[in-house]
């Protein structure tokens, strides 16, 4: 495929929710009474945003990368699956230019721990904090997400040719 300047990706993910002590997102422990299920470390928020740097590059996704059936992926940081998929992205002549996320969860609020999480995904993707743009939506008390049965991410990012 012809190498355009700027390449757009958009990335979503889901995890169920049982209770817990603590919710792992955008490489944040934060203290919570429900836990996100999954084979990984289930951290909704970086699966979004590996997916998009995976998909605007077009080199397929997160569970061709790290399928859920090798046991090498249990429990396993998702820092280090959305820096491993960063590595491809920047071998494809590709870096992030900003992005921007949105995690959907009726609690808690990710205002508090926004410039934390910010600041762990740019040190990974090697790219200024105020290029991460992240904010909270509740799902208004209705559906998966507002009856806290599940919680959800998108991202959106945009890449730039390097060379
Ligand atoms: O007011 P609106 O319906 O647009 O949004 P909301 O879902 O009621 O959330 C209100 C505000 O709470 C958001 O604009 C975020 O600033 C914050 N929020 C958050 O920080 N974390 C969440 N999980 C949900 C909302
Ligand atoms: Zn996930």
Redesign the pocket.
Known sequence: MARTGYRVGIGHDTHRLEPGDALRLGGVDIPHDRRAVGHSDADVLLHAITDAILGAAVLGDIGELFPDTDPINRGRDSIEMLSAAYERVRMAGYRVVNLDCI??????????Y?DRIQRRIAEVLRIDPDTVGL??????HVGPIGREEAISAQCVVLLEAVR
Do not use: D, I, M, S
Request: aromatic share 6%.
């Open positions: 995690v959907f969860a009726q609690r808690p609020k990710v205002l508090p926004r904010k909270g939506k509740t799902g208004e």
